[in-house]
Every structure is written in C-alpha cells, then in structure tokens.
C-alpha cells in the first residue's frame, strides 16, 4: 500500500500486500498523504514537545547570561536537561500503566500525553513567576518538573507516533511532520522569545509560552487512540509483583536484544553518538551571541529568520529523502553533514573586526539545514528500530542512549571554554571548542555505515509480526 492508499485509509493495515514495507511511494503519492489531517494532529503535538525543550536549555541560557551568570554555572545548570536522558526509568509505566481518569477517557497513550502537557504548561509559568534572580534553587527546581513532564510527553508523543504509522515510508513521513512541528516551536522558544523579552522581559515571556502549551494538548484532543495491541493495564490484570515489573521492565529489553542479537551493541553506539556534535554545542550557543556583541532582538530576529527558514528546511529535506530513497542513505548523510557545519561557527569568531547580521545569519541558516536534516533522519531512523506494543520504552531506551553522553559532557562546555580563555582571547577559545564538536562527529559517521552493512531495518521488519495473508 502507497502512502496516497495511508492518507484515504489510516486505519487500514499497510502491510496487506507482500513487500509494502520496503516500497518506496512516488512524489504525488508523498503529498497526497501529506495532505491527511492526521498530519496536521502530529505537527501540532510534535509543537507541544518541541516547546520546553529549549526553555529548560538554550533559552534558559539566553536569560541566564543576560542576568550576568558565568558560563560555568550556565554549563552545569544544563543538566537539567539530564532528566531526558533517564526517561528509560520510568518509560515503562508509560506502557504499561493508564493514567486515572484521563486513561479512562482518551486511552493510555493520550491519557499521558495530556497530563504530562499540563504539568509542563504549569512548570513554564511558574518559572516565569520565579525567576533565576529571586531563588534560583527555586527556579531550577520549577525547571527540573518542567523538563520531567516534558520527558514524560516525549515518550508518549513518540510511542503514539510510531504505533500510528503503517509501515516504513509512513513512519518516515510521519517523523518528518512531527519535527517540522516540532521544530517550529524551536523557533518559537529559541528565536522569538528574545524578541518579545526584549519588550515584556523575560518572566511574562514564560508564562504566555507556558499557556502556548495548549496548542499541543489540542492536537492530543484531536488524535485517535492506537489501535495496535497494547498490554493490558497491570494493576487490573496482574497481581503477581515479580511478573508485573519483568513485564513492564524487562520483557522490552529483551524483544529489543532479541531481535537484533549482536547488532544491538552497534545500534545503541551509533545512536549512543549521533546527535554528540549537536548536544555540546547547546548550552554555550546563547552566550556565544551574547559574547558577539548581539542583544537580544538582534538574535531573535536572525533565529527567527535565518534559523526557521534552516530548520524547516533541514526536517523537510531530510524527511522527504528518508521516504522517497530510504532511511539508510539518509542517515549516513546526516552523519556528515551535522559535524561540517559546526565548523561555520569557527569563521565567525575569527571574522576580522566581527562578523555582520547577514554574515551570522548565513551560519545560522547552513548550521540549521544540517542538525534539521540530522534530527528528522535520526528520529525516522529510531523510531524503525522498535517493536509495536512496547515502543515507549523500547523509543525510550534508544533517546535515553542518544541523550546521555551528550548531555553529560556538555555540562563541561562552558567551564571547557573558560579553561581555553585563560590561553586564548575568548573568541579563540570559542573556535577551539567549536573544532572539537566537529572532530567528535566522526565516530558517528563510522557507527552510521556500520549499522547499515548490518541491514538492522530489515532484520526489526522481518521480526514484526505479519498479517494473513
């Protein structure tokens, strides 16, 4: 089935004719399926999990240096975003269990994507009320809950997702969507947050993005429920303790390491450095513009600009090559591609006499095509390595090794360029930190091409289980 015959008839099996897997649909096909108003549903919950993101990081960060707080405790106050890289811990209650009441009313999988959008609503606005000046164990306590019920969205935005999607190509369509969503609220929070704070300060800025959050729990409103086969709920079905938690925590694992036998060591390395060249530079990008010489409406306008432009492009580019020639191909492309454009940000800290608003812009825009390319091929990618039935824990094993290393070294990033600033000017200590994000991409090119030799796509699709024919 084509994903034109996707977009007429979702709730129609994919795989009801031989080989519909691995078909590659025709571009009319692509936007005929595109045109689905489920797509439109998974854009908008992709906005919901995109917002929060950058407001427990980048932008925290933005705030934080304007506020004069020194880039190492800028760097270590990154490890809020720590909590994405323990989602693993409690993913499984997430397929296992239903949330009281709204479990009842939306099913499993949108019980727990609204309940956990709330709490984030909540914890933006009270960060916003709080603020980093006032009490700042407070104010990171407020965040650390923001980005724990972001987390907990994440997992269930990305199980839903997968268990939706009909086959291959449609599950690279729909993460396509899903990070152009998702991304738009990058630009939201990353971009055009700088420009309103510049006018309404940084607290109200917060607290109406904290309300923004309704734009996700509309779309959780307006989605259906899986239809896949899903465990019952454990507290109504099994009493015995001993089986409920290897249920709920092991039997995941092991379908995961089953399937892919010794491979699985390969996958969770690859996936483990994937996005390792992006996470570094996250906490020290918003300082990087401030220590340019840029305010705040000035950097927003370029993020606002250049970086949707980039970002929107990159998903879109990147989604559309993993559906139209395969996920393989584009994974490998994003590998490359992510690592070479942190090297544009080595020009600008050499610029002579500093670079320019287009010049800055230009960077933004190249360095924005490529993480957008690299994000929508990771994610397609993942998301093709998890069997139905347990994907939020088995989604949530995968982000959890993707997140980690990166999110820990990067808590070293600003005291690393402090420590190059004491042999360098400050803007050489930048273009050495920026070569080095560069340098540590290379593993994950390896890694990419490792993991396609081993047809690891194929060996999951051979695993699932297969409609009679």
């Known amino acids: 089935m084509s994903s034109a015959d996707i977009a007429r008839n979702p709730d129609q099996s994919a795989n009801a004719e031989s080989g519909s897997r691995s078909a590659k649909p025709s571009w009319p096909e692509i936007w005929v399926a595109l045109r689905h108003p489920r797509m439109l549903i998974v854009a908008l919950l992709g906005f919901g999990s995109g917002l929060p993101y950058l407001l427990t990081s980048v932008t925290l960060g933005y705030w934080l240096r304007q506020q004069g707080i020194e880039l190492a405790t800028i760097g270590f106050i990154s490890w809020v975003g720590m909590v994405y890289s323990f989602k693993i811990l409690w993913a499984p209650m997430v397929d296992q269990m239903d949330v009281p009441i709204l479990g009842r009313l939306l099913g499993r999988r949108r019980g727990w994507i609204?309940?956990?959008?709330?709490?984030?609503?909540?914890?933006?606005?009270?960060?916003?009320?709080?603020?980093?000046?006032?009490?700042?164990?407070?104010?990171?306590?407020?965040?650390?809950?923001?980005?724990?019920?972001?987390?907990?969205?994440?997992?269930?935005?990305?199980?839903?997702?997968?268990?939706?999607?009909?086959?291959?190509?449609?599950?690279?369509?729909?993460?396509?969507?899903?990070?152009?969503?998702?991304?738009?609220?990058?630009?939201?929070?990353?971009?055009?947050?700088?420009?309103?704070?510049?006018?309404?300060?940084?607290?109200?800025?917060?607290?109406?993005?904290?309300?923004?959050?309704?734009?996700?729990?509309?779309?959780?409103?307006?989605?259906?429920?899986?239809?896949?086969?899903?465990?019952?709920?454990?507290?109504?079905?099994?009493?015995?303790?001993?089986?409920?938690?290897?249920?709920?925590?092991?039997?995941?694992?092991?379908?995961?390491?089953?399937?892919?036998?010794?491979?699985?060591?390969?996958?969770?390395?690859?996936?483990?450095?994937?996005?390792?060249?992006?996470?570094?530079?996250?906490?020290?990008?918003?300082?990087?513009?401030?220590?340019?010489?840029?305010?705040?409406?000035?950097?927003?306008?370029?993020?606002?600009?250049?970086?949707?432009?980039?970002?929107?492009?990159?998903?879109?580019?990147?989604?559309?090559?993993?559906?139209?020639?395969?996920?393989?191909?584009?994974l490998i492309a994003g590998s490359i591609v992510a690592p070479i454009t942190n090297l544009a940000y080595v020009a600008l800290c050499l610029w002579p006499g500093g670079p320019g608003f287009s010049v800055v812009g230009a960077v933004v825009l190249i360095e924005n095509l490529a993480t957008g390319f690299a994000g929508a091929a990771s994610v397609a990618y993942i998301s093709g390595l998890v069997g139905i039935g347990f994907a939020a824990t088995q989604f949530a094993l995968l982000g959890s090794v993707q997140s980690f290393l990166g999110k820990f070294m990067r808590g070293f990033s600003g005291a690393t360029v402090e420590w190059l600033a004491k042999s360098y000017t400050l803007m050489e200590a930048y273009a050495l930190f920026f070569v080095v994000t560069a340098v540590l991409g290379i593993p994950a090119i390896l890694l990419s091409i490792a993991c396609i030799r081993r047809n690891i796509i194929d060996k999951v699709e051979d695993a699932l289980p297969q409609p009679a024919q």
């Open 114 to 330: 609204v309940l956990s959008q709330i709490i984030v609503g909540a914890g933006l606005i009270a960060m916003g009320i709080v603020g980093p000046t006032a009490d700042m164990r407070l104010f990171a306590l407020f965040a650390v809950l923001t980005a724990f019920a972001s987390t907990t969205q994440d997992i269930a935005v990305s199980a839903w997702r997968i268990e939706i999607a009909e086959n291959r190509s449609d599950m690279a369509l729909l993460a396509a969507v899903f990070q152009i969503g998702h991304r738009i609220a990058f630009v939201i929070a990353d971009a055009l947050i700088l420009i309103a704070a510049a006018f309404i300060g940084w607290s109200l800025s917060y607290v109406v993005l904290g309300f923004t959050m309704a734009i996700g729990l509309l779309g959780a409103l307006f989605a259906r429920e899986p239809v896949s086969t899903l465990p019952p709920p454990v507290a109504s079905t099994e009493r015995n303790h001993v089986k409920r938690i290897a249920n709920a925590f092991v039997t995941p694992f092991l379908t995961f390491f089953k399937i892919h036998g010794k491979s699985a060591a390969v996958i969770l390395a690859m996936v483990g450095v994937y996005r390792l060249t992006d996470m570094l530079m996250i906490p020290m990008m918003a300082p990087f513009y401030v220590d340019l010489g840029l305010n705040s409406a000035q950097i927003g306008a370029i993020r606002g600009t250049f970086g949707m432009v980039g970002t929107i492009g990159g998903v879109a580019l990147g989604g559309l090559i993993a559906v139209r020639w395969g996920l393989e191909r584009t």
